[in-house]
């Protein structure tokens, strides 16, 4: 068969897939790589460790389809949205990744929006003004080492790594990394120059921005002969992970969304143009110049019953690791399935790791409202599950508030292979839910959009009925009642709570409540 390889470029591993025009994945490669945390608020990659990475993972995937006689016609790639990376003139890293979870410009967002600036730049960029973005690591890099700002030759992310570490050439990248960076107006199609004052740079500082579907060719020669490609194999840039998982999940047609649920959580849906939302909830990438995504994402998913396996578990021996750690996260989750819908009136704010939308408040912590005596373990566990849900619920009111409506549901990600997390989203969403066959959702995605520009799948609408997906679960219409009366209290406990949460954080000087 021939096949294209969906080269996906994480926060802790670049995952190299397979998959060929009847959109199914032949095979996965994972090469890991440890996110630092060097000091509170920071989070950090080696960047040539992910961009050795990229070619490993190739290399791997690469052999493995030659080894099945499959034939590799190109490579499509994949890239973590927010990331911020100093490059020299030709594409070298001069210092590490600073992630989208990095928290050290949380001073700048809010700085953004007691000026008023904050609501005319994600208006035109698309980005919600948040520390997450290079919008406001380069603003926080100006204020603190302005000279080291000007000196760097070129700033990028992790796509321009990737592209650089496979070809070399001028500083690329693509309209959906360029449109989850704060700095590029969505409207314009250029960076924007309000934007770019903010931050302190120049636009030559910056990269060409291409469309996701631009091909180029000429692999460096030693990439050419770790991997057996010839050197002319096409390589498609495109896009941000975010946006190609709605894709590998066949969400791309009006009135579906996508929900990823793993560490952290996110939904999304496709629309034909740039849409944002006038109350600043919702972010809008680029895919193609027909499809733009909408979506909220979440800073915590499964994140939150791995700390109650860490934290309620206390007296049974040191914090699990690996399969066991899965096996505990499994008996807490079959605990809390036997806590009736609502907790018993126990409510969570689920936010350990800060919080994104709808709040985009990254000094947020973590609350159980309404805790009483007879509460017990499974009755915190499942708060928090139906903490995380309702958080995606309010992501789905800001899709309905800026007329994006939602008819169905397609989940991936390694929470919803629990029966509990996928009832109670779909209870909380009262939407039917879908499970995707396949995992891999954003390399599966890359590799529709690479065989979509090669020519081999004419419309990415047909997506849709490509990727395998669940039978609906269909929202118990008890539990989906009581979450809606449930939610109107997450956001009122928020808005109370605000204040005294981020006055809390401010007082910590600890490096465990920073996301990873």
Not at 188 to 200: F, K, M, N, Q, R
Not at 298 to 318: F, I, K, T
Not at 431 to 457: F, I, K, M, N
């Amino acid at each position: 068969m021939e096949v294209v390889v969906g080269l996906d470029s994480g926060t802790t591993a670049t995952k190299a897939v397979t998959a060929g025009v009847d959109g199914r994945v032949r095979d996965l490669v994972s090469v890991g790589y440890p996110l630092s945390v060097p000091a509170p608020g920071r989070a950090e990659l080696d960047a040539r460790r992910l961009a050795d990475a990229a070619v490993e993972a190739l290399a791997a995937v690469t052999a493995r389809a030659r080894d099945r006689g499959d034939r590799v016609v190109g490579v499509c790639l994949s890239a973590a949205m927010h990331g911020l990376v100093p490059m020299d003139d030709d594409g070298r890293p001069l210092g590490p990744v600073v992630t989208w979870a990095d928290d050290r410009a949380a001073g700048f967002a809010e700085a953004l929006r007691a000026d008023g600036r904050a609501g005319g730049l994600h208006a035109r960029t698309g980005t919600p003004v948040h520390p997450m973005s290079p919008l406001l690591k380069l603003a926080a890099l100006r204020a603190d080492d302005p000279d080291r700002l000007a000196a760097v030759p070129r700033w990028g992310g992790v796509k321009e790594l990737v592209v650089s570490a496979l070809r070399g050439g001028p500083q690329v990248l693509d309209r959906s990394c360029a449109s989850a960076t704060g700095l590029y107006g969505l409207a314009s199609g250029a960076w924007d120059t309000e934007a770019l004052e903010v931050a302190g740079v120049r636009a030559g500082q910056l990269g060409e921005v291409l469309p996701t579907t631009a091909v180029l060719r000429g692999l460096r020669p030693e990439v050419a002969a770790a991997t057996g490609l010839p050197a002319d194999t096409p390589l498609v840039l495109g896009a941000a992970d975010g946006v190609l998982a709605n894709l590998g999940i066949g969400a791309v047609r009006p009135e579906v969304a996508a929900v990823s649920l793993g560490t952290s959580g996110a939904m999304r849906v496709v629309v034909p143009s740039p849409t944002v939302d006038p109350a600043h909830r919702l972010f809008c990438y680029a895919l193609t110049d027909e499809h733009w995504v909408v979506g909220g994402a979440v800073n915590n998913g499964g994140s939150v019953v791995r700390w109650a396996a860490q934290a309620l578990a206390a007296g049974e021996g040191p914090p699990p690791e690996g399969e066991a750690a899965d096996a505990l996260d499994a008996r807490l989750l079959a605990e809390a399935a036997e806590v009736p819908p609502g907790s018993d009136g126990l409510l969570c704010l689920p936010y350990l790791l800060g919080e994104r939308a709808p709040w985009w408040r990254s000094g947020l912590r973590g609350a159980y409202v309404g805790l009483r005596r007879e509460h017990r373990r499974p009755h915190l566990v499942r708060a928090a599950v139906e903490g995380v849900c309702q958080q995606l619920a309010l992501v789905r009111d800001a899709f309905s508030a800026t007329g994006l409506p939602v008819r169905e549901v397609r989940a991936t990600g390694g929470a919803v292979a629990s029966s509990l997390w996928v009832r109670t989203l779909a209870a909380a969403l009262d939407l039917p839910v879908r499970v995707a066959d396949s995992p891999e959702g954003t390399g599966l995605g890359a590799c529709l959009l690479g065989l979509h520009t090669l020519g081999a799948l004419p419309d990415l609408d047909a997506a849709t009925g490509l990727v395998g997906v669940s039978d609906p679960v269909v929202p118990d219409a008890a539990a989906a009642a009581l979450y809606a009366r449930v939610r109107p209290l997450v956001e009122q406990s928020t808005q109370a709570l605000t204040g005294v949460l981020t006055t809390l954080d401010a007082l910590d000087d600890s490096p465990s409540h920073t996301p990873a």
